[in-house]
């Protein structure tokens, strides 16, 4: 994430940097000094702060996530993470290019499963049959879910509400 914004850009680029950056800090509870520390390395403010982490790859495993899409059972890592007021919130290490340009092999995105979902916000999604995946809500109705994909040589997906398991908002990503 670029913390300053670059006067080389437009005036409407650099509004909505700085309108993600305060979506970013209202998400997980901190101060731009708090979150600023934590990305230079300096880790969290309030020592022991971690979330779950996985590999993307063993998302779709059992025994990973229980039926509201929280994790659960032995096998996760932990990383260290400021609190975000989502207990059950956790983190998905990228693997593969399937997610490129936004998401990179190794980035480390963050998950808030309790977090409201909006039209256009990154999700993970899992299906009843256990395949997850990573895409961008474009239509929420009663009846189906529209998603796009990130990587634009992948095709986008249009799901029945009884075909998805669960749907969790992403909240960051480490770049």
């Avoid at 399937?98 to 309790?114: N, W």
């Avoid at 993970?124 to 998603?147: F, N, S």
Wanted: hydrophobic residues 40%.
């Amino acid at each position: 994430i670029i913390w300053h914004c670059r006067r080389d850009r437009p005036v409407q680029e650099r509004e909505e940097e700085l309108e993600l950056k305060s979506k970013v800090l209202e998400a997980t509870g901190t101060s731009m000094t708090e979150f600023v520390s934590y990305i230079e390395g300096a880790g969290p403010t309030h020592p022991g702060a971690t979330i779950p982490l996985i590999g993307f790859a063993q998302a779709g495993d059992r025994g990973f996530f229980d039926d509201a899409g929280y994790p659960v059972g032995g096998g996760w890592d932990e990383i260290p993470f400021p609190e975000i007021g989502d207990e059950h919130a956790y983190a998905l290490e990228v693997s593969g290019d399937s997610m490129e340009p936004l998401f990179r092999d190794g980035d480390v995105v963050s998950v808030s499963p309790t977090a409201n979902v909006r039209r256009g916000d990154r999700v993970v999604v899992r299906t009843t049959e256990g395949e997850v995946m990573v895409k961008q809500l474009v239509r929420l109705t009663a009846k189906r879910i529209d998603l796009v994909s990130i990587n634009p040589a992948h095709a986008g997906r249009s799901l029945a509400t009884e075909e998805v398991g669960w749907m969790a908002r992403i909240l960051w990503a480490s770049q």
